[in-house]
Protein backbone atom coordinates (compact mmCIF):
# COMPACT_ATOMS: atom_id res chain seq x y z
CA UNK A 1 0.00 0.00 0.00
CA UNK A 2 2.80 2.27 0.94
CA UNK A 3 5.67 3.61 -1.31
CA UNK A 4 7.38 4.20 1.63
CA UNK A 5 7.83 2.45 5.10
CA UNK A 6 10.22 2.30 7.62
CA UNK A 7 9.75 -0.90 10.56
CA UNK A 8 10.24 -1.21 13.85
CA UNK A 9 9.43 -3.32 16.96
CA UNK A 10 9.40 -3.86 20.39
CA UNK A 11 12.74 -5.84 20.35
CA UNK A 12 14.48 -3.45 17.89
CA UNK A 13 14.49 -0.36 15.88
CA UNK A 14 14.86 0.06 12.48
CA UNK A 15 16.44 2.90 10.40
CA UNK A 16 17.75 3.60 7.01
CA UNK A 17 20.92 1.98 7.89
CA UNK A 18 19.66 -1.20 9.43
CA UNK A 19 18.69 -3.00 12.42
CA UNK A 20 19.88 -2.34 16.15
CA UNK A 21 19.26 -4.23 19.47
CA UNK A 22 18.05 -1.42 21.93
CA UNK A 23 19.76 -2.03 25.39
CA UNK A 24 17.49 -3.53 28.54
CA UNK A 25 18.32 -1.45 31.11
CA UNK A 26 16.92 -2.20 34.85
CA UNK A 27 18.56 1.07 35.77
CA UNK A 28 18.08 4.63 34.94
CA UNK A 29 20.82 7.70 35.94
CA UNK A 30 18.93 10.37 38.40
CA UNK A 31 20.08 13.76 39.72
CA UNK A 32 19.17 15.74 42.27
CA UNK A 33 20.57 19.40 42.76
CA UNK A 34 21.04 20.83 46.36
CA UNK A 35 20.90 24.65 45.55
CA UNK A 36 22.51 27.52 47.00
CA UNK A 37 19.25 30.00 46.40
CA UNK A 38 19.15 33.45 45.61
CA UNK A 39 16.29 34.89 48.39
CA UNK A 40 14.63 38.06 48.14
CA UNK A 41 15.89 40.17 50.99
CA UNK A 42 12.44 41.45 51.68
CA UNK A 43 9.79 38.66 51.25
CA UNK A 44 6.96 40.39 53.06
CA UNK A 45 7.54 43.48 50.95
CA UNK A 46 5.59 43.17 47.59
CA UNK A 47 6.92 43.04 44.46
CA UNK A 48 5.83 43.91 40.91
CA UNK A 49 5.37 41.13 38.52
CA UNK A 50 8.55 42.35 36.47
CA UNK A 51 10.44 42.42 39.60
CA UNK A 52 9.30 39.28 40.73
CA UNK A 53 10.29 37.67 37.66
CA UNK A 54 13.79 39.34 37.51
CA UNK A 55 14.33 37.68 41.12
CA UNK A 56 13.45 33.92 39.91
CA UNK A 57 15.19 34.03 36.93
CA UNK A 58 18.49 34.62 38.40
CA UNK A 59 17.60 31.13 40.54
CA UNK A 60 16.38 29.80 37.23
CA UNK A 61 19.87 30.84 34.96
CA UNK A 62 21.03 28.46 38.02
CA UNK A 63 18.80 25.34 37.25
CA UNK A 64 19.69 25.62 33.53
CA UNK A 65 23.26 25.28 34.10
CA UNK A 66 22.79 22.11 36.47
CA UNK A 67 20.07 20.96 33.88
CA UNK A 68 23.01 21.15 30.94
CA UNK A 69 25.61 19.58 33.93
CA UNK A 70 23.54 17.30 34.17
CA UNK A 71 22.73 16.07 30.82
CA UNK A 72 26.31 15.85 29.88
CA UNK A 73 26.41 12.68 32.73
CA UNK A 74 23.60 11.09 30.98
CA UNK A 75 20.80 12.24 33.66
CA UNK A 76 17.13 10.86 32.92
CA UNK A 77 15.46 12.78 35.42
CA UNK A 78 16.79 15.55 37.47
CA UNK A 79 14.83 17.05 41.08
CA UNK A 80 15.69 20.50 42.49
CA UNK A 81 14.74 21.62 45.76
CA UNK A 82 11.31 23.00 46.98
CA UNK A 83 11.15 26.80 47.44
CA UNK A 84 14.33 26.80 44.99
CA UNK A 85 12.81 29.35 42.88
CA UNK A 86 10.99 32.15 44.63
CA UNK A 87 12.35 31.45 48.08
CA UNK A 88 10.82 31.56 51.49
CA UNK A 89 9.51 33.76 54.75
CA UNK A 90 6.82 35.21 52.62
CA UNK A 91 2.97 36.60 53.26
CA UNK A 92 -0.35 35.75 51.62
CA UNK A 93 -0.45 38.81 49.87
CA UNK A 94 3.71 39.54 49.20
CA UNK A 95 4.21 35.94 47.36
CA UNK A 96 1.29 37.18 44.80
CA UNK A 97 3.21 38.16 41.87
CA UNK A 98 5.88 34.91 42.36
CA UNK A 99 2.31 32.86 41.95
CA UNK A 100 1.37 31.31 37.77
CA UNK A 101 -1.62 29.28 37.46
CA UNK A 102 -0.80 25.64 36.57
CA UNK A 103 -3.06 23.85 34.36
CA UNK A 104 -3.91 20.52 35.84
CA UNK A 105 -1.85 17.68 33.36
CA UNK A 106 -5.07 15.28 34.37
CA UNK A 107 -7.13 17.60 33.04
CA UNK A 108 -5.37 18.70 29.63
CA UNK A 109 -2.10 18.15 27.91
CA UNK A 110 0.09 21.41 27.36
CA UNK A 111 3.83 21.84 26.66
CA UNK A 112 4.47 25.42 28.20
CA UNK A 113 8.12 25.81 25.42
CA UNK A 114 5.96 24.56 22.51
CA UNK A 115 2.91 26.38 23.24
CA UNK A 116 3.83 29.88 24.79
CA UNK A 117 1.22 31.31 24.20
CA UNK A 118 -1.49 29.54 25.38
CA UNK A 119 -1.51 30.92 28.80
CA UNK A 120 -0.73 34.70 30.42
CA UNK A 121 1.58 34.96 33.09
CA UNK A 122 3.56 31.44 33.05
CA UNK A 123 7.41 32.56 31.73
CA UNK A 124 8.49 30.24 35.09
CA UNK A 125 6.49 27.47 33.73
CA UNK A 126 7.93 28.28 29.94
CA UNK A 127 11.55 28.38 31.05
CA UNK A 128 11.31 24.64 32.97
CA UNK A 129 9.53 23.00 30.47
CA UNK A 130 12.07 24.35 27.79
CA UNK A 131 14.87 23.43 30.01
CA UNK A 132 13.61 19.94 30.08
CA UNK A 133 12.99 19.77 26.31
CA UNK A 134 16.39 21.24 25.41
CA UNK A 135 18.45 19.13 28.09
CA UNK A 136 16.27 15.94 26.96
CA UNK A 137 15.53 14.69 30.69
CA UNK A 138 12.56 14.58 33.28
CA UNK A 139 12.62 17.67 35.24
CA UNK A 140 11.31 17.93 38.80
CA UNK A 141 10.61 21.76 40.48
CA UNK A 142 8.88 23.58 43.09
CA UNK A 143 6.95 26.59 42.49
CA UNK A 144 3.91 28.28 43.81
CA UNK A 145 0.60 28.04 42.47
CA UNK A 146 -2.52 30.72 41.78
CA UNK A 147 -5.81 28.54 41.28
CA UNK A 148 -8.96 30.13 41.44
CA UNK A 149 -12.13 29.03 43.67
CA UNK A 150 -15.55 29.97 43.89
CA UNK A 151 -16.70 32.07 46.67
CA UNK A 152 -19.41 30.47 48.57
CA UNK A 153 -21.62 31.92 51.39
CA UNK A 154 -21.00 28.78 52.87
CA UNK A 155 -18.91 28.87 56.37
CA UNK A 156 -17.75 25.57 55.71
CA UNK A 157 -16.34 26.86 52.24
CA UNK A 158 -12.71 25.91 51.83
CA UNK A 159 -12.40 29.03 49.79
CA UNK A 160 -10.25 31.44 50.82
CA UNK A 161 -11.55 34.97 51.49
CA UNK A 162 -9.66 36.32 48.33
CA UNK A 163 -11.23 33.71 46.38
CA UNK A 164 -7.78 32.40 45.52
CA UNK A 165 -5.98 29.19 46.49
CA UNK A 166 -2.58 29.61 46.95
CA UNK A 167 -0.44 26.22 47.18
CA UNK A 168 2.94 25.25 47.17
CA UNK A 169 3.20 22.70 43.79
CA UNK A 170 5.19 20.25 42.11
CA UNK A 171 5.75 20.07 39.03
CA UNK A 172 7.01 17.49 36.45
CA UNK A 173 8.06 18.08 32.84
CA UNK A 174 8.80 14.95 30.65
CA UNK A 175 11.86 14.99 28.31
CA UNK A 176 10.28 16.88 25.64
CA UNK A 177 8.64 19.66 27.51
CA UNK A 178 5.14 18.03 28.42
CA UNK A 179 3.74 18.64 31.99
CA UNK A 180 2.67 15.32 33.58
CA UNK A 181 2.89 15.92 37.14
CA UNK A 182 1.41 18.99 39.89
CA UNK A 183 1.38 17.80 43.25
CA UNK A 184 0.19 20.43 45.43
CA UNK A 185 1.62 19.84 49.19
CA UNK A 186 -0.51 18.47 51.80
CA UNK A 187 1.46 19.14 55.21
CA UNK A 188 2.32 22.61 55.51
CA UNK A 189 4.92 24.15 57.84
CA UNK A 190 4.22 27.17 58.83
CA UNK A 191 3.80 28.60 55.61
CA UNK A 192 1.13 31.58 55.93
CA UNK A 193 1.60 32.40 51.68
CA UNK A 194 -0.32 28.84 51.06
CA UNK A 195 -3.35 26.72 51.63
CA UNK A 196 -3.57 23.45 52.26
CA UNK A 197 -5.37 21.69 49.46
CA UNK A 198 -9.44 20.67 50.30
CA UNK A 199 -7.99 17.07 49.69
CA UNK A 200 -5.26 15.21 50.25
CA UNK A 201 -3.68 14.56 46.29
CA UNK A 202 -2.15 11.40 45.99
CA UNK A 203 -0.07 12.26 42.56
CA UNK A 204 1.95 10.01 40.13
CA UNK A 205 3.63 9.99 37.11
CA UNK A 206 5.11 7.57 34.51
CA UNK A 207 8.70 7.51 32.77
CA UNK A 208 9.70 5.05 29.82
CA UNK A 209 13.28 4.22 31.61
CA UNK A 210 11.94 3.21 35.57
CA UNK A 211 7.83 3.27 35.36
CA UNK A 212 6.03 5.24 38.10
CA UNK A 213 7.13 8.00 40.41
CA UNK A 214 5.02 9.59 43.64
CA UNK A 215 5.17 13.37 44.46
CA UNK A 216 5.62 14.70 47.77
CA UNK A 217 7.29 17.73 49.34
CA UNK A 218 9.36 18.18 52.66
CA UNK A 219 7.09 18.48 55.85
CA UNK A 220 5.14 15.51 53.83
CA UNK A 221 7.74 12.70 54.82
CA UNK A 222 6.45 12.60 58.24
CA UNK A 223 3.03 12.43 57.41
CA UNK A 224 0.83 9.36 56.70
CA UNK A 225 -0.96 11.40 53.88
CA UNK A 226 0.16 11.39 50.66
CA UNK A 227 3.44 9.19 51.39
CA UNK A 228 2.20 6.13 53.54
CA UNK A 229 -0.83 6.07 50.86
CA UNK A 230 1.49 6.24 47.92
CA UNK A 231 3.64 3.44 49.41
CA UNK A 232 0.57 1.16 50.18
CA UNK A 233 -0.83 1.81 46.82
CA UNK A 234 2.70 0.03 45.55
CA UNK A 235 4.56 3.47 44.18
CA UNK A 236 8.43 2.45 45.21
CA UNK A 237 9.72 5.69 43.69
CA UNK A 238 9.51 8.86 45.56
CA UNK A 239 10.08 12.51 44.41
CA UNK A 240 10.98 14.85 47.53
CA UNK A 241 12.13 18.54 46.62
CA UNK A 242 12.38 19.75 50.15
CA UNK A 243 13.98 23.15 51.95
CA UNK A 244 14.58 21.26 55.39
CA UNK A 245 15.64 22.94 58.12
CA UNK A 246 18.45 20.38 59.90
CA UNK A 247 17.08 19.44 63.53
CA UNK A 248 19.68 17.61 65.64
CA UNK A 249 19.42 14.66 66.88
CA UNK A 250 16.59 12.85 65.32
CA UNK A 251 15.92 14.83 62.51
CA UNK A 252 19.13 15.84 60.44
CA UNK A 253 18.05 15.79 56.75
CA UNK A 254 20.36 13.22 55.20
CA UNK A 255 19.44 10.88 58.28
CA UNK A 256 15.80 10.84 58.12
CA UNK A 257 15.74 10.75 54.14
CA UNK A 258 17.80 7.70 54.43
CA UNK A 259 15.62 6.24 57.47
CA UNK A 260 12.85 6.79 55.26
CA UNK A 261 14.09 4.53 52.53
CA UNK A 262 14.89 1.74 54.17
CA UNK A 263 11.78 1.51 56.85
CA UNK A 264 9.61 2.08 53.49
CA UNK A 265 11.63 0.15 51.31
CA UNK A 266 11.93 3.20 48.56
CA UNK A 267 14.04 4.84 46.46
CA UNK A 268 14.09 8.91 47.49
CA UNK A 269 15.18 11.41 45.59
CA UNK A 270 15.91 14.29 47.35
CA UNK A 271 16.66 17.88 46.72
CA UNK A 272 17.53 20.12 49.58
CA UNK A 273 17.94 23.60 49.68
CA UNK A 274 21.62 25.16 50.96
CA UNK A 275 21.17 28.13 53.52
CA UNK A 276 23.45 28.14 55.95
CA UNK A 277 21.68 30.70 58.46
CA UNK A 278 18.57 28.59 58.09
CA UNK A 279 20.56 25.22 59.31
CA UNK A 280 19.50 24.06 55.43
CA UNK A 281 21.96 21.39 53.77
CA UNK A 282 21.80 17.39 53.25
CA UNK A 283 20.30 15.98 49.52
CA UNK A 284 20.55 12.39 48.53
CA UNK A 285 19.61 10.00 45.98
CA UNK A 286 18.41 6.75 48.64
CA UNK A 287 17.39 3.23 47.64
CA UNK A 288 16.89 0.40 49.57
CA UNK A 289 20.58 -0.72 48.50
CA UNK A 290 22.63 2.20 48.02
CA UNK A 291 23.33 5.57 49.42
CA UNK A 292 25.05 8.82 47.89
CA UNK A 293 24.47 12.06 50.04
CA UNK A 294 26.01 15.49 50.42
CA UNK A 295 25.53 16.94 53.37
CA UNK A 296 27.70 20.61 53.95
CA UNK A 297 30.12 21.07 57.23
CA UNK A 298 30.65 23.92 58.70
CA UNK A 299 33.08 25.98 57.33
CA UNK A 300 32.41 24.68 53.66
CA UNK A 301 32.24 27.00 50.62
CA UNK A 302 28.69 28.22 50.51
CA UNK A 303 27.56 26.86 47.40
CA UNK A 304 25.39 24.05 45.29
CA UNK A 305 25.92 20.36 44.73
CA UNK A 306 24.95 18.13 42.09
CA UNK A 307 24.34 14.52 42.68
CA UNK A 308 24.15 11.88 40.05
CA UNK A 309 23.59 8.05 40.66
CA UNK A 310 22.98 5.18 38.84
CA UNK A 311 20.03 3.55 40.26
CA UNK A 312 17.81 0.67 40.39
CA UNK A 313 14.24 0.45 38.83
CA UNK A 314 12.04 -0.72 41.36
CA UNK A 315 8.35 0.07 40.01
CA UNK A 316 7.60 -3.70 40.33
CA UNK A 317 4.51 -2.88 37.00
CA UNK A 318 7.60 -2.09 35.15
CA UNK A 319 10.31 -4.50 35.74
CA UNK A 320 11.41 -6.97 33.07
CA UNK A 321 9.09 -4.27 29.88
CA UNK A 322 11.18 -3.43 28.05
CA UNK A 323 9.57 -0.37 26.51
CA UNK A 324 11.08 1.58 23.30
CA UNK A 325 11.16 4.73 22.26
CA UNK A 326 12.53 6.67 19.95
CA UNK A 327 12.00 8.74 16.17
CA UNK A 328 11.40 8.03 12.90
CA UNK A 329 10.85 9.90 9.52
CA UNK A 330 9.74 8.47 6.30
CA UNK A 331 8.91 10.35 3.12
CA UNK A 332 7.18 9.56 -0.14
CA UNK A 333 8.86 11.68 -2.34
CA UNK A 334 8.22 15.41 -1.02
CA UNK A 335 5.68 14.19 1.18
CA UNK A 336 6.89 13.13 4.91
CA UNK A 337 5.81 11.66 8.44
CA UNK A 338 7.26 11.94 11.26
CA UNK A 339 6.71 9.78 14.31
CA UNK A 340 8.32 10.21 18.07
CA UNK A 341 6.87 6.88 20.12
CA UNK A 342 7.72 5.52 23.10
CA UNK A 343 6.16 1.25 22.54
CA UNK A 344 5.06 -0.53 25.24
CA UNK A 345 5.36 -4.55 24.73
CA UNK A 346 3.08 -6.46 27.31
CA UNK A 347 4.13 -9.33 28.77
CA UNK A 348 6.08 -11.55 25.97
CA UNK A 349 4.60 -9.60 23.23
CA UNK A 350 6.71 -9.66 20.13
CA UNK A 351 5.15 -7.23 17.44
CA UNK A 352 7.05 -5.78 14.15
CA UNK A 353 4.84 -1.82 13.58
CA UNK A 354 5.90 0.12 10.25
CA UNK A 355 5.38 3.68 9.49
CA UNK A 356 4.01 4.57 5.78
CA UNK A 357 4.32 7.56 4.09
CA UNK A 358 1.93 7.65 0.52
CA UNK A 359 1.38 10.89 -1.85
CA UNK A 360 -0.24 10.01 -5.21
CA UNK A 361 -3.25 8.29 -6.36
CA UNK A 362 -4.79 5.46 -4.60
CA UNK A 363 -5.73 2.55 -7.13
CA UNK A 364 -7.11 -0.24 -5.48
CA UNK A 365 -10.68 -1.17 -5.06
CA UNK A 366 -10.92 2.56 -6.83
CA UNK A 367 -8.94 5.65 -7.89
CA UNK A 368 -8.06 8.38 -6.00
CA UNK A 369 -5.79 11.54 -4.58
CA UNK A 370 -4.41 10.34 -0.72
CA UNK A 371 -1.69 12.21 1.36
CA UNK A 372 -1.50 9.58 4.22
CA UNK A 373 0.84 8.93 7.28
CA UNK A 374 0.09 5.84 9.18
CA UNK A 375 1.41 4.02 11.91
CA UNK A 376 0.01 0.02 11.74
CA UNK A 377 1.19 -3.58 13.42
CA UNK A 378 2.29 -5.92 11.21
CA UNK A 379 0.74 -9.38 10.54
CA UNK A 380 3.91 -11.00 11.21
CA UNK A 381 7.66 -10.30 12.39
CA UNK A 382 8.85 -10.30 8.94
CA UNK A 383 8.68 -6.93 6.83
CA UNK A 384 7.00 -7.82 4.17
CA UNK A 385 3.68 -8.59 6.50
CA UNK A 386 3.22 -4.60 7.30
CA UNK A 387 0.59 -3.65 5.73
CA UNK A 388 -1.42 -6.95 5.78
CA UNK A 389 -4.89 -6.95 7.53
CA UNK A 390 -4.63 -6.93 11.37
CA UNK A 391 -7.57 -7.11 13.97
CA UNK A 392 -5.43 -7.57 17.22
CA UNK A 393 -2.62 -6.39 18.80
CA UNK A 394 -0.93 -6.28 22.45
CA UNK A 395 1.36 -3.67 22.19
CA UNK A 396 0.99 -0.07 23.59
CA UNK A 397 2.54 2.93 22.21
CA UNK A 398 2.29 6.95 23.22
CA UNK A 399 3.03 8.74 20.05
CA UNK A 400 3.45 11.89 18.30
CA UNK A 401 2.28 11.21 14.34
CA UNK A 402 2.84 14.33 12.49
CA UNK A 403 2.67 15.38 8.21
CA UNK A 404 2.53 18.64 6.12
CA UNK A 405 -0.77 17.84 3.81
CA UNK A 406 -1.40 19.83 1.02
CA UNK A 407 -5.32 19.39 1.33
CA UNK A 408 -7.00 20.83 4.82
CA UNK A 409 -9.39 17.56 4.44
CA UNK A 410 -7.41 15.15 7.17
CA UNK A 411 -9.02 12.47 8.76
CA UNK A 412 -7.00 11.08 11.80
CA UNK A 413 -7.77 7.84 13.14
CA UNK A 414 -6.53 5.70 16.43
CA UNK A 415 -7.78 1.92 15.78
CA UNK A 416 -6.74 -0.46 19.14
CA UNK A 417 -7.24 -4.66 19.45
CA UNK A 418 -10.76 -6.17 18.65
CA UNK A 419 -11.64 -2.62 16.76
CA UNK A 420 -11.37 -0.46 19.71
CA UNK A 421 -11.86 3.39 19.18
CA UNK A 422 -9.76 5.57 20.82
CA UNK A 423 -9.77 9.26 20.66
CA UNK A 424 -6.51 10.84 20.16
CA UNK A 425 -5.63 13.26 23.41
CA UNK A 426 -4.52 15.78 20.55
CA UNK A 427 -5.39 17.14 17.10
CA UNK A 428 -4.35 20.34 15.23
CA UNK A 429 -3.43 21.66 12.16
CA UNK A 430 -1.21 24.85 11.47
CA UNK A 431 -1.40 27.58 9.31
CA UNK A 432 1.16 25.32 6.95
CA UNK A 433 -0.84 22.42 6.51
CA UNK A 434 1.41 21.07 9.57
CA UNK A 435 -0.94 18.11 10.93
CA UNK A 436 -0.31 17.09 14.65
CA UNK A 437 -1.68 14.18 16.33
CA UNK A 438 -0.96 13.14 19.92
CA UNK A 439 -2.09 9.85 22.15
CA UNK A 440 -1.05 8.37 25.14
CA UNK A 441 -1.92 6.26 27.73
CA UNK A 442 -4.23 3.47 25.10
CA UNK A 443 -6.53 1.48 26.72
CA UNK A 444 -5.80 -1.83 24.43
CA UNK A 445 -2.89 -2.64 21.77
CA UNK A 446 -2.22 -0.44 19.15
CA UNK A 447 -3.62 -1.68 15.75
CA UNK A 448 -3.48 1.38 13.43
CA UNK A 449 -2.79 5.29 13.80
CA UNK A 450 -4.03 7.04 10.77
CA UNK A 451 -3.65 10.44 9.41
CA UNK A 452 -5.41 10.28 6.15
CA UNK A 453 -5.60 12.92 3.59
CA UNK A 454 -7.98 13.69 0.57
CA UNK A 455 -7.10 15.17 -2.26
CA UNK A 456 -10.04 16.35 -3.57
CA UNK A 457 -8.95 19.38 -5.71
CA UNK A 458 -6.27 17.24 -7.72
CA UNK A 459 -9.19 14.73 -8.72
CA UNK A 460 -10.76 17.72 -10.29
CA UNK A 461 -7.71 18.37 -11.99
Known amino acids: MFLSVIVFSSLSVSTALGRTEPVVDSSYIAAVYEHNIILNPDPRVPLSRPAALQHMQRNLDIYEQQAARAAQQGVQILVFPEDGIQGFNFSRSSIFNYLETIPDPQQESWNPCTEPGKYNNTEVLQRLSCMARRHNLYLVANMADLQPCPLKTDPSSSCPSDGRWQFNTNVVFRSDGLLVGRYHKNNLYFEAAFDTPPQPEIITFDTPFAGRFGLIICFDILFYEPKVHLVTK ?196 APDGTVTMKHSNMTGGLVTACLYGRMYHLENE
Open 234 to 429: GVRQLIFPTAWMNQLPLLDAIQFQHAFSLGANVTLLAANIRNDQMIMTGSGIYTPFSVKSHHAQKGDPDEGRLLVARVPVLDPLWAGQSATEGKVNVCNGTFCCHLQYRLIPQGDSKELYALGAFGGTHTVNGRYAVQVCALVRCAGLDTSSCGQEVEEAESKMDFQLEGRFASRYVYPSVLASKFVLEQPKHFET
